[in-house]
Every structure is written in C-alpha cells, then in structure tokens.
C-alpha cells in the first residue's frame, strides 16, 4: 500500500511538472508568428517589436539568481504556485490592454517569473528524482517545447478566428491548470525523509572555468532558439510564404524540437557521450541553417526540420550540465541559476539585435550568417567542457 501511494505521488510529480513547464514559452512564443499584426497595428519598427521578446529573456537572465533565495526562503511548491499565476495574469492583460507599454510590462514580469522557476524546477528534479534526472529533464524539456509548438502554431488560427490580442492572451489559461494540478502534487513520502539528511550548500562559482563554460554554451544555445523563435516566420515571409504558412514552418519546427526534448534524453544513459550528441545535433542545426541560405520555397521546410534537431537536443544537455556537475539539490539550484542567469542575459539581445541588423539592411542574410556563427561557438564550448581538469 504504501509503495503504491508513493509511486503514485512520484506520477502526480511528473505529470505537474509537465503542466508547469508548459506555462514556460507560450507567452514568448506566441508572439513570434504576431510579429507582423503587432508591429502594423501599433506602428512599430522591427526593432521596437523584437522587444516583446528580447524583454522576458532578458528578465529570465537577470533575475534567475533569485531562485536561490526563493527557494531557501520561501520552499519550491509556494514559490513557483505564485509564479505561475504571474505568468496567467500577465499573459491574460494583454488581451484586456493591448498596447504597446501594457506588452512591454507584461514581457517584464512574465521573465521574471520564468526566471525564477526554471532553476528550482531543476533543483527539484535533482532533489526527488537523483537517479533519473536524465528522463525528468526530458519531460521538463517536453513540456517547455510543447508549451511552444502549441503556442506557435495556434496562434496564427486564433488570429484568423478573432484577433491578435486575443490569440496571445489566450495563453494565459494554462497556468489555471498548472496551478491546479501543481498545488494537488506532493514531495513523496520516501524521499522527503531523505530530504532532511541533506544541508544547504554555500557555492561561489564565480572563479570555476566550467560553470562559465556552461554559462555560455546556455547562452548561445538559447540565443539559437530564441532568434528563431522570433524570426523563422519573418525570414518564411521574406522568401515568398504567406503568413499562416511561416506559421507552419514554425510549429513543424517546433514538432520536431519537442521529439527530440523527450527521445533525446532517452538514450543518455545508454550512450553517456555528451560530445557526440552535441556534434551530431549541431550538424544538423548548420544543414537547416545553410538550406534557409541557398534553398528556395520548398527547402525551407525540410531546414525547419533539421533546426528542430538540434534544438530538441541542445536544451536538454544544456539543462542536464549543471545536474551532471554537482551531488544536492542546492548546489543543482546554485550552477542552475548561474548558468541561465548570464546565458539568458546574452540570448536576451540577439533577436534584439536582429532587428535592428534588419531594419538597416531589409534581409535576414546577416541573420543567417549569425545562427552559423552560433552553432560554432557552442562546438568550441562543447570542447571546452569535454576537456576534464
């Protein structure tokens, strides 16, 4: 009986996890495919609206340290409960308020609740489920990658049901249940019993080569992801496709990075070799990315495949080095928050920077030539990880 209570408790604890990590990219994501309504309605540059997603990301790097005071002050399950109804209410004001400072604010406190519960989601992975971080991390991925093809490829249908502020606010709803279900799970019994053995830990890793390393293969990883979020669509519509089909574009390369989030992980255990698998998922990220150069119409839907690759491998062994580096929750907690601290600072100014490269020069070549030059510095931080002291 009581084995069967814990591992029901063990399953309720995935499935919230899951439901938590879905509430991690849509407010971000559904903007992407509304670049265009946004900006013409509200007479933005590319520039101006590019912010609504360089804002959040930013935020999710400026104040993930904080996770580590949330959760020694406050505990995991009440910190990220507030945080989620954060991420529904400011989600939500967009539609009530859909103007071009209320977009802004909201971007700002949407990344700092994002922010926030990435690291002590992680945290508590390493804390509950030690032996299969690997797996949990998939399902974390899955959900977050999930959570972004939903909200890319929905987005553009409920635009063409209604109109653009609804279709993003809309996303808003899914953190009642998150919240829900979040709130009904339980730490189970077994492990939280071995919880209490273990003290909090005091890490400064300021002066630790590796944690920088980490620092920056997340930032450009998610530099990569984040400048194709934006700008995939865009860069589909400057070679001739109409928007609801660059908003296919997107969801099939968001398909593909939610297959890889969750197959991906699957197979560590059996093939441990993290290079391997950061050289393989690059490969195909540079096959995507030369398509989108020299391919026409047609190519840019097999690149958005190939891209899908690599980003459903990248985040997950970008989420799993932190875990790998270190033996509690705490110190989990502690590399976690540096490492998406600083790398979602540098992501946060890349789309940015798109814009405004494509405002002064009206294609996306440079923009192109910038997700190689991506893809190049993660290989040398791969290396650089690869190498043991």
């Known amino acids: 009986m009581a084995e069967s209570k814990n591992n029901s408790a063990i399953s309720l604890m995935i499935v919230a996890i899951l439901f938590v990590a879905l509430n991690l990219r849509p407010a971000i994501s559904s903007i992407g495919p509304m670049l265009e309504p946004i900006r013409n309605d509200l007479n933005l540059s590319n520039s101006e609206v590019s912010l609504l997603t360089a804002v959040p990301v930013f935020c999710m ?13 406050f505990g995991l399950k009440r910190s990220i409960a507030v945080l989620l109804a954060m991420i529904g209410i400011f989600t939500l004001a967009r539609g009530f308020l859909p103007t071009y400072p209320v977009l802004l604010i909201s971007a700002f406190f949407i990344g700092l609740a994002i922010a926030v519960i990435s690291p002590l989601l992680s945290a508590m992975i390493k804390r509950d489920f030690p032996r299969r971080t690997a797996a949990l991390i998939g399902v974390y991925s899955f959900g977050m990658g999930l959570g972004a093809t939903l909200s890319a490829g929905l987005t553009g249908l409920f635009y063409t049901l209604v109109d653009w502020p609804f279709a993003i606010a809309s996303w808003g709803l899914l953190s009642v249940f998150a919240i829900i279900v979040w709130l009904r799970a339980e730490q189970p019994p077994e492990i939280k019993v071995k919880q209490t053995d273990l003290p909090p830990t005091r890490i400064s890793l300021v002066r630790n080569k590796r944690a920088w390393y980490m620092l920056l293969f997340f930032g450009f990883q998610s530099s990569l992801f984040f400048s194709m979020l934006t700008w995939l669509a865009p860069i589909a519509i400057e070679k001739g496709m109409s928007v609801l089909a660059a908003g296919g574009v997107l969801t099939l390369m968001t398909a593909v990075q939610i297959a890889g989030n969750i197959s991906i992980p699957l197979f560590f255990s059996k093939f441990p070799n993290r290079l391997g698998w950061i050289i393989m998922v690059l490969s195909s990220g540079a096959i995507g990315v030369c398509l989108l150069l020299f391919g026409d119409v047609t190519a840019i839907w097999i690149a958005a495949a190939f ?83």
């Not at 400026?62 to 959760?71: E, M």
């Not at 070549?365 to 290396?383: D, E, N, P, Q, R």
């Open 61 to 73: 790097g400026l104040f993930a340290p904080l996770a580590v005071f949330f959760g020694r002050k």
């Open 307 to 389: 891209i899908g690759i690599a980003l459903g491998g990248l985040f997950p062994i970008a989420l799993l080095m932190p875990l790998d580096e270190t033996t509690s929750a705490d110190e989990a907690n502690s590399w976690t928050a540096m490492t998406q601290s600083g790398g979602y600072i540098i992501s946060a100014f890349m789309p940015f920077t798109i814009g405004v490269i494509y405002d002064q020069t009206g294609t996306h070549i440079v923009t192109l030539f910038m997700f190689l030059g991506f893809i190049i510095l993660l290989l040398i931080f791969a290396i650089l990880l690869n190498q043991k002291d």
